[in-house]
């Protein structure tokens, strides 16, 4: 019998707990950093969470200039602006605190300090890209796991979609998580980013690429989440389970590098490339009707998942059981949560159906680890779900 193979690829540090941020001195001290390129957006400068990175900059005796004029989901040339810039302020070091959207084009920036390639070349050939600064990555949301993944995900409107630079050499060096940073995550951004890190442990673990590496980390974050989803939501003073789902964001982040995610992601791009929807608000319309499509090639993972995740009294004795009721589950998660179900008050009309259905189709870095083949009739019949 042939091994199972696997790969486990990670920052080279990550830190986290009581005052994870009173490290970033030692980071920079210990990186032999001169000067920092500090990634984020201008939400967060308001709010002051960027406020609590710059005091330890300021600790730290260095010189650091700051990034904060990136939109929300950026296309790649709203990353090449701000990486032009970086590449003039004359920075060595990456410290990124934000959201997926800031660490992105944070990772990007660190294999962009040349004048070899863009990010459009990055496009077409993800496999140049080079490190050339390291990188500091503090998420704020929990999350998208961008602060482990070897992903940059960019928006390409002339393509009306959302495409992944996958490359190595754009994993974070170091990571903080630091509860502070999600403390007062606004209940609809925590809600739809938490559900994201929940696709991404529900797809890698039923993954046509999952293994036994990924299993772990998939399977850790899916019960972490199933538990902790609700109350880190409702409750501003549940900072237990808030630093569970930064964990478990991170885990999901280690289970798309091990593994990669399926069909909601597949599904999910062409939601963000052509009408902007936010990244967990699409993943969590389609995470129902995709893992109901998928249940039937799916039912043996989908046990194993629910008796991991279910800590409650109810025994189920089949696996048909326990997948549709694991299933059913993470649809009451969503409806719990208010997350939109439905592309209704997104611009989106039936006429615009044959559009989204070829553009899901060039996703096939992600629809190839679909454990069910999905055709584009079948992609079509899950988007009229939704509609
Ligand atoms: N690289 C990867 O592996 C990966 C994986 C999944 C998604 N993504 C990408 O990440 C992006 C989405 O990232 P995201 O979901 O983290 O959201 P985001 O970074 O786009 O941020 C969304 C909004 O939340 C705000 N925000 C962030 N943290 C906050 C906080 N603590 N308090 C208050 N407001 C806060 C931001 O200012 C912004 O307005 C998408 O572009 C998606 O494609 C990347
Ligand atoms: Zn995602």
Redesign the pocket.
Known sequence: MALERYSLKLPRAVLGGEDALGRIPEILARAGAEKVGAFT?K??VK?G?FGLVERQLAASGLSWEVFDDLP??PTYTDVQKVVDRFRASGADFIVAC???????AAKLASVLLTDEYGVKELLDDPLRAQKRASLLAIP??A????EC?P???VGVPERKL?I?IVNDALISDYVILDVE??R???RP?AA??GV?ALCHAIECFTSNKANPMSDSFALEAFDLIMNSIERACDDPAALGEKNRMQLAAFYG?VA?TASGTTGVHALSYPL?GMYHI???VSNAMLLVPVMEFNEPACRARFARAWDRAYHGGERLATDEEKSRALVAWMGRIVEHLGIPTSLTGFGVSRGDLDDLVDASMQVTRLLVNNMREITADDARAIYERIM
């Open positions: 957006d939400g967060l709010l969470l929300a989901e934000g959201g997926g959207s800031v660490m992105d704020t949301t999350g998208t796991g961008a993944t992903n940059a995900i959302k992944g940073m999600i007062n995550l606004p951004i739809a980013t994201d982040g798309i963000g936010a990244h967990g």
